[in-house]
């Protein structure tokens, strides 16, 4: 299934279609709470929960980082004894973590799991972000890996000095070109059990990549972002049901749903530069950045995006033979 908020502005705040915050708000407005990844005022990154529709963008958009879950299990289990509706969100391996907590489910519990890649470490971005600060000029205050406000509905970001905020582009970029690359990630990423059509969450969420597959045939298809929806449980059926005021959904074959997301069917592919990245996570970031965490410069890349659109793809061949 693939599905777009209706809510314009929670749209423009989600990496893709905004699947988690329709969800996220259909709890919240029956008096539930929302569990998921958020940055603190250092940019660490860790489960929180909310409980105003105020707060859930802090919630929304993707953090390429591992979340410190922290005691969010134990909140869940508080809530759920208080009687509580309770929404979990994050990486397939948590919400196996938080089944295994609770020992039991409950229909008062909903979970969200994401079509994840795999995760780096916390002290890796803290370096980077820093060593960013550093580059600029300025402390960085906020930091988002996908934002719409440059590039639309892209792999494109930005971050903010507390009054100007300026983009990444993720080729670009040393911390999340190697994130892109799979070069990043935690060891056991490499061979994760949860890395296949089994899903854990009653939801799983991610970019709908069939976007083109589907324009033209799905009225609401739109660059301002479109989320695949996976519904695994009966309960995710319900609550789908409940929707409608909140998101335009349609179902979608499974093979055009789930293209471009791979990780759906096997895990990310272990990169041997994975170890000496991590080997050498000491060094001053400058230095590990320009050894192993490789990226385009600007200027190239620049270069390579005009001969793209200005040379035939037999001429743009051509050159690339001879250059190798």
């Given at each position: 299934?693939?599905?777009q908020?209706?809510?314009e502005?929670s749209?423009?705040?989600?990496t893709?279609?905004?699947a988690?915050?329709c969800?996220?708000?259909?709890?919240?407005?029956r008096?539930?709470?929302?569990f998921?990844?958020?940055?603190?005022?250092?940019?660490?990154?860790?489960?929180?929960?909310?409980?105003?529709?105020?707060?859930?963008?802090?919630?929304q958009?993707?953090?390429?980082?591992?979340?410190?879950?922290?005691?969010?299990?134990?909140?869940?289990?508080?809530?759920?004894?208080?009687?509580?509706?309770?929404?979990?969100s994050?990486?397939?391996?948590?919400?196996?973590?938080?089944?295994?907590?609770?020992g039991?489910?409950?229909?008062?519990?909903?979970?969200?799991?994401?079509v994840?890649?795999?995760?780096?470490?916390?002290?890796?971005?803290?370096?980077?972000?820093?060593?960013?600060g550093?580059?600029?000029?300025?402390?960085?205050?906020?930091?988002?890996?996908?934002s719409?406000?440059?590039?639309?509905?892209?792999?494109?970001?930005?971050?903010?000095?507390?009054?100007?905020?300026?983009?990444?582009?993720?080729?670009?970029?040393?911390?999340?070109?190697a994130?892109?690359?799979?070069e990043?990630?935690?060891?056991?990423?490499?061979?994760?059990k949860?890395?296949?059509?089994?899903?854990?969450?009653?939801?799983?969420?991610?970019?709908?990549?069939?976007?083109?597959?589907a324009?033209?045939?799905?009225?609401?298809?739109?660059q301002?972002?479109?989320?695949?929806?996976?519904?695994?449980?009966?309960?995710?059926?319900?609550?789908?049901?409940?929707?409608?005021?909140?998101?335009?959904?349609v179902?979608?074959?499974?093979?055009v749903?789930?293209?471009?997301?791979?990780?759906?069917?096997?895990?990310?592919?272990?990169?041997?530069?994975?170890?000496?990245?991590y080997?050498?996570?000491d060094?001053?970031?400058?230095?590990l950045?320009?050894?192993?965490?490789?990226?385009?410069?600007?200027?190239?890349?620049?270069?390579?995006?005009?001969?793209?659109?200005?040379?035939?793809q037999k001429?743009?061949?051509a050159?690339?033979?001879?250059?190798?």
């Amino acid at each position: 299934m693939i599905l777009q908020d209706k809510d314009e502005k929670s749209l423009m705040e989600s990496t893709s279609g905004g699947a988690f915050a329709c969800i996220a708000r259909h709890i919240l407005k029956r008096g539930g709470a929302v569990f998921g990844a958020a940055y603190d005022d250092s940019l660490n990154v860790s489960h929180i929960a909310v409980t105003d529709i105020a707060d859930l963008p802090k919630l929304q958009g993707s953090k390429y980082v591992s979340s410190d879950l922290k005691d969010s299990y134990k909140r869940v289990k508080a809530y759920l004894k208080d009687g509580r509706r309770v929404l979990f969100s994050g990486t397939p391996c948590q919400i196996a973590g938080l089944k295994s907590f609770l020992g039991e489910d409950s229909d008062m519990l909903l979970t969200v799991d994401l079509v994840c890649h795999g995760v780096p470490s916390q002290k890796l971005f803290q370096k980077y972000i820093r060593w960013l600060g550093e580059k600029k000029g300025f402390p960085i205050k906020s930091f988002c890996f996908r934002s719409k406000k440059f590039y639309g509905w892209s792999l494109g970001g930005e971050y903010f000095d507390g009054k100007k905020s300026y983009a990444i582009n993720p080729d670009c970029d040393p911390y999340y070109a190697a994130f892109l690359r799979g070069e990043t990630f935690r060891k056991s990423c490499y061979s994760c059990k949860f890395a296949n059509m089994n899903r854990e969450g009653d939801f799983t969420v991610g970019d709908f990549w069939g976007f083109y597959n589907a324009k033209g045939t799905v009225s609401f298809a739109s660059q301002k972002g479109m989320s695949l929806l996976l519904v695994n449980s009966s309960k995710g059926l319900e609550t789908l049901k409940q929707l409608e005021n909140e998101a335009n959904a349609v179902p979608m074959d499974l093979d055009v749903t789930c293209s471009g997301n791979w990780n759906l069917y096997h895990p990310s592919v272990f990169k041997p530069i994975r170890d000496e990245i991590y080997a050498n996570i000491d060094q001053p970031f400058d230095e590990l950045q320009k050894k192993y965490l490789h990226h385009e410069e600007k200027f190239m890349y620049y270069v390579r995006r005009l001969r793209r659109k200005l040379l035939p793809q037999k001429i743009r061949n051509a050159l690339n033979r001879l250059r190798h």
